[in-house]
Antibody, heavy 116, light 107 residues
Framework: QVQLVQSGAEVKKPGASVKVSCKASGYTFTNYYMHWVRQAPGQGLEWMGIINPSGGYTSYAQKLQGRLTMTRDTSTSTVYMELSSLRSEDTAVYYC?????????WGQGTLVTVSS | DIQMTQSPSSLSASVGDRVTITCRASHGITNYLAWYQQKPGKVPKLLIYAASTLQSGVPSRFSGSGSGTDFTLTISSLQSEDVATYYCQKYNSAPWTFGQGTKVEIK
């Protein structure tokens, strides 16, 4: 069965960086894109970006350009999301989601808290 | 960028009621529209894709319609387990924008 397992919760100080992992299993890793979506407390879903695990192509939301980096390791079927220069408004649950078009499987979410 | 606007932002209905949520795209997206359900404290779940195709395992009381710029999600007979926030999403091209969500509660 398809599974996306994310790394655990993080607490970071403003200005720091965070790197969240998402390990895929149960399907051919390079056949599906992976997206990252975040959700601030009490707020809606915000699309962050996409990575093509096959060639490594990425595309990021304009508001996160310059701070967001997505990478993948095909040997372990894992994608990574790194967000730098963290600020309090980056406090959110971060999800990875598998897609060819729509998002059919989601990770369990990783809470990232930015606090001094 | 194409904006996705849902209405209403929240609604309260009785068990057994027919519930309709609308989603409007600022420009045409043909049928590249998905609906997700997010129950409190849970991960979003895909309900409908291609505007009207029910994801496997989703109860048949859920249905979707529309194309171009105007879309609807209908719950034909609201159940207590349908309490959730519902999001539409465009996926024709980047950015994969979500609507702001519609919170459904039981009256």
């Amino acid at each position: 069965q398809v599974q996306l397992v994310q790394s655990g919760a993080e607490v970071k100080k403003p200005g720091a960086s965070v790197k969240v992992s998402c390990k895929a299993s149960g399907y051919t890793f390079t056949n599906y894109y992976m997206h990252w979506v975040r959700q601030a407390p009490g707020q809606g879903l915000e699309w962050m970006g996409i990575i093509n695990p096959s060639g490594g192509y990425t595309s990021y939301a304009q508001k996160l350009q310059g701070r967001l980096t997505m990478t993948r390791d095909t040997s372990t079927s894992t994608v990574y999301m790194e967000l730098s220069s963290l600020r309090s408004e980056d406090t959110a649950v971060y999800y990875c989601a598998r897609a060819r078009n729509y998002f059919d499987y989601w990770g369990q979410g990783t809470l990232v808290t930015v606090s001094s | 960028d194409i904006q996705m606007t849902q209405s209403p932002s929240s609604l309260s209905a009785s068990v057994g009621d027919r519930v309709t949520i609308t989603c409007r795209a600022s420009h045409g997206i043909t049928n590249y529209l998905a609906w997700y359900q997010q129950k409190p404290g849970k991960v979003p779940k895909l309900l409908i894709y291609a505007a009207s195709t029910l994801q496997s395992g989703v109860p048949s009381r859920f249905s979707g319609s529309g194309s171009g710029t105007d879309f609807t999600l209908t719950i034909s007979s609201l159940q207590s387990e349908d309490v959730a926030t519902y999001y539409c999403q465009k996926y024709n091209s980047a950015p994969w924008t979500f609507g702001q969500g519609t919170k459904v509660e039981i009256k």
